[in-house]
């Protein structure tokens, strides 16, 4: 296998780490590590960035993910001073004369209103961090940001973030840098999610109850993540309670939730359980006539289980499973050129991850994961004459396996290895009992996505840092299967086929891969200022193939095959990051540009459900996007808030030599989700512990679309005439919204806890365009409607409950 040198180079750059370390003639003074982890004194759970100080030194260090952190001194005294937002600084004395390991425990500053507002970073890791284009929410910060018809919803968070869209309101998925909503890897505890939206998109599959932070990395990715071109979306849950039994909910008007956490064994075994649940059919009954048959309910179910066997062997389990049913009582959202009266949506998603920990020693780490996740999508029609069922599904099982070796505080090594097995059921359609409709099986996709990678963050000087990673990737293809071949000098169609092969069961077919090479710089110019550049390499071997703007959740996902070329995204970062003296102000600007090798769009009047091969029905080309991201953000006082504003551009150019295979006549145009500018506004202000107010300004160019040039007359009917694609735009978007929550005078210590929130989406009631659509008439040729998902003004009350 062709990663394997790779992962040869990692291991042997380890061992001459090992022995550099082990001694050498004129070595430097000898360094003690004092390590350990931070957390937080009432839930145990592991406090990232939080900001350790060397007092008298001056020397700063950062915890981890994980809470870890390594300080390496030389023999002596010190006091090491812990610090972190909504965190009391504690102070630590320590004498280093050997290998030190403690354990800090930091309180909950509940009197403390200085709070980051977007951010669960410490004030200034902005200008201290090497990566560039990443950014991180907390649960706390994220319940500040006012709520749709009281749902909080971890999605709907990151839009308020530079560079990230979404193609409107309601629609699943987000775009980052010019990128499509599949192109972006959504982790939760290590599994991946194919679809992130419940209610077709209204809110996310995540439960705000069970979420400890959010990171999404739209710029510098890391080289322990691959497989998606765009950005990658890491959402952790937040551990078990080990000491205490709690219960938690809420009550609201879309949905309702309750968790439970706590010992099993104390300090050793812990377990969390949170459901959440949507019955809202009976709101319906209200609607008007022609919607009181719809249907839209969700429930999803959350549990982590941790196992504390001792200080070096630390064992977790998360699981989720997820279901949605989506019914309009008449659309013609099916697809299937079938005259069906009503269509029903039924997906659902089950993932399990299962992690071991292994500290081996104060410097050597090894994570190992065992990850499954599913995702089946079904869409039905109950109509007796053309009554059908279409079925599809993805199968990702994955084991991987993650070393991290920290010799001294200025280098920190990491290699990697995974292997998934993917298997995807593009579409079956089953007729019902009485159906005239024709039963159609696609063949299954199958293959193997192995990769492995080594990476190194190091602290060159006090001024300079960097992280460079490099990941190599591959993707088999298996059968069984029946691979195709076209004439030459000629398009992909199902009438040029010249002849097929066959291949059996577990037959290599195909493979493609290459190397990924990562790099992040930042230079510190200065106390509170640095300046930042990246570069990042990512291929994609797994897309999902839709004509339409937002994908519904039964489109189809397709491998990377003979015909289907991996996309292939380059990404050059630049960045100039400030704090003022107390980090009170913070403030930003990144520039970036992108290439896209294989970008995938549809071939005109594209029919790609049932296409029993793919590649007759899409079209691969070139992409590029550019922008501007901006940031000005107050970070303390009795208001805070930030402003941000994004400029970015992305076209896709489809050319062939063949006419059918070209899109805008190979033209470069507007891809569906280019909006050029985007602005944000956020202002929280919080007088008191237990009250606080929140306002929230979005404004966006619309995005693009197709409008017909000219009608033509066939036989008496009205026919649209379409030339360039996305050459118009859908009205400009823009909503206020407002929130405002009552909470318990923390000071006041209750074993009991609750807090009522009440806000209001779409303040003014615009009407913002979701699409605009034509209704062709003799009498008119020019009759344009916009169609708006929130028309008006949404109010929601909400009560939650801790006890």
């Known amino acids: 296998m062709r990663f394997l040198p790779l992962l040869f180079l990692g291991v042997c750059l380890l061992n001459r780490a090992f022995a550099q370390q082990r001694g ?14 931070v957390r937080d004194a009432k839930t145990g759970k592991p406090i990232q960035g939080a900001n350790i100080v060397v007092v008298d030194v001056s020397k700063g260090y950062v915890t981890a993910k994980d809470g870890f952190y390594i300080v390496q001194l030389p023999p002596g005294k010190y006091i090491l001073r812990f610090s972190h937002v909504g965190y009391r600084t504690k102070e630590d004395t320590i004498s280093l004369q050997k290998t030190l390991f403690r354990e800090v425990l930091m309180d909950d500053d509940a009197k403390d209103l200085e709070e980051v507002v977007v951010t669960s970073e410490t004030p200034d890791r902005n200008v201290r961090k090497v990566e560039i284009g990443v950014s991180q929410l907390s649960i706390r910060s994220i319940r500040r940001i006012p709520p749709l018809m009281g749902e909080v919803d971890i999605v709907r968070s990151l839009l308020l973030l530079p560079g990230v869209t979404t193609v409107g309101e309601g629609a699943p998925g987000f ?28 809110f996310s599959v995540f439960n705000p109850d069970v979420v400890r932070d959010v990171t999404l990395n739209r710029g510098g990715v890391a080289a322990t993540y691959g497989g998606r071109a765009s950005s990658v979306l890491d959402v952790k849950i937040r551990e078990p309670d080990a000491t205490k039994w709690l219960v938690n909910g809420g009550i ?15 300090n050793k075994l812990s377990f969390l359980l949170a459901a959440r649940a949507s019955f809202n059919d009976f709101l319906f009954k ?37 279901r949605d049913i989506f019914k309009l009582a008449s659309d013609s959202l099916s697809g299937q050129e079938i005259n069906a009266s009503s269509t029903q949506f039924n997906y659902q998603t089950l993932t399990g991850s299962l992690r071991w920990n292994y500290f081996v020693s104060k410097q050597l780490n090894l994570a190992t994961s065992a990850i499954l996740s599913r995702y089946q999508a079904d869409l039905s029609s109950p109509d007796s004459s053309n009554a059908f069922q279409l079925k599809s599904g993805i199968w990702h099982r994955q084991l991987k396996s993650d070393l991290t070796y920290t010799p001294n505080e200025t280098h920190q090594w990491q290699v990697g290895i995974s ?7 593009p579409n079956t359609r089953i007729p019902g009992p009485s159906s005239n409709v024709l039963p159609i099986d696609l063949a299954r996709e199958r293959a193997y996505e192995l990769a492995a990678y080594i990476q190194d963050e190091w602290k060159v000087n006090a001024n300079v840092s960097l992280i460079a990673g490099l990941r190599y990737s591959t993707l088999l293809n298996r059968g069984p299967e029946t691979v195709r071949t076209y004439q030459e000098n000629g398009p ?37 200022n640095a300046i930042k550049a990246g570069y990042s390499r990512l291929r994609q071997y797994i897309q999902q193939i839709t004509n339409t703007t937002a994908a519904l959740p ?59 091969a793919v590649e007759t029905q899409i079209v691969q080309g070139s992409g590029r996007a550019y922008g501007f991201e901006g940031l000005v953000r107050k970070n303390k006082g009795l208001w805070s808030g930030f402003i941000s504003y994004t400029y970015a551009r992305t076209f896709l150019t489809m050319d062939s030599p063949y006419p059918e295979e070209r899109v805008n006549n190979g033209r470069a145009y507007a891809a569906n989700y280019d909006k050029p500018h985007t602005l944000n506004a956020l202002a929280v202000y919080r007088p008191s512990a237990w009250f606080s107010l929140s306002l929230n300004f979005t404004y966006s160019t619309g995005r ?67 699409s605009v659509f034509y209704k062709l008439s003799p009498a008119s040729s020019s009759d344009a409607y916009k169609l708006s998902i929130f028309g008006t003004a949404f109010p929601s009350l909400t009560y939650n409950f801790k006890f």
Request: net charge neutral; glycine share 8%; aromatic share 12%.
């Open 24 to 37: 050498a003639p004129n070595a430097p003074p000898t360094l003690f590590p004092a390590t350990g982890y």
């Open 175 to 202: 775009n980052v840098r010019g990128g499509s909503a599949d192109q972006n890897l959504i982790l939760f505890d290590d599994a991946p999610i194919f679809n992130s939206s419940h209610l077709m998109g209204f």
């Open 252 to 266: 609201g008007i879309i949905s309702s939730r309750l968790g439970i956490e706590g010992p099993i064994v104390k």
């Open 286 to 322: 209200l609607a008007p006539p022609n919607l009181k048959d719809t249907k839209a309910n969700f429930y999803d179910l959350t549990t982590k289980l941790k196992y504390q066997l001792s200080e070096q062997h630390t064992f977790t389990f998360t699981g989720y499973v997820s």
């Open 419 to 425: 292997a998934i097995d993917y298997l995807i059921q």
């Open 492 to 528: 992909r169609q199902d009438e040029t086929v010249t002849s097929t092969e066959a291949y059996g069961k577990g037959a290599v077919y195909h493979t493609a891969g290459g190397l990924e090479p990562r790099l992040a710089v930042r230079w510190s110019v200065g106390e509170g």
């Open 554 to 612: 039964t489109s189809r996902w397709h491998l990377s095959d003979n015909y289907t070329k991996p996309q292939i995204a380059d990404q050059w970062s630049l960045g100039y990051f400030h704090n003022s003296t107390n980090n009170v102000i913070e403030a930003s600007g990144e520039v970036y540009y992108k290439t896209l090798t294989n970008a995938i769009d549809y071939r005109d009047g594209a029919e790609l459900q049932l296409a029993e």
């Open 704 to 770: 693009p679309t197709t409008q017909p040039s000219a009608l033509a007359s066939i036989g008496g009917v009205l026919v649209p005439i379409y030339l360039d694609r996305n050459q118009q735009r859908v009205p400009d978007y823009h909503r206020l919204d407002f929130s405002m929550t009552f909470e318990q005078n923390p000071i006041k210590k209750k074993r009991n806890q609750s807090s009522w929130v009440f806000a209001i989406y779409n303040v003014y009631a615009h009407k913002n365009a979701y």
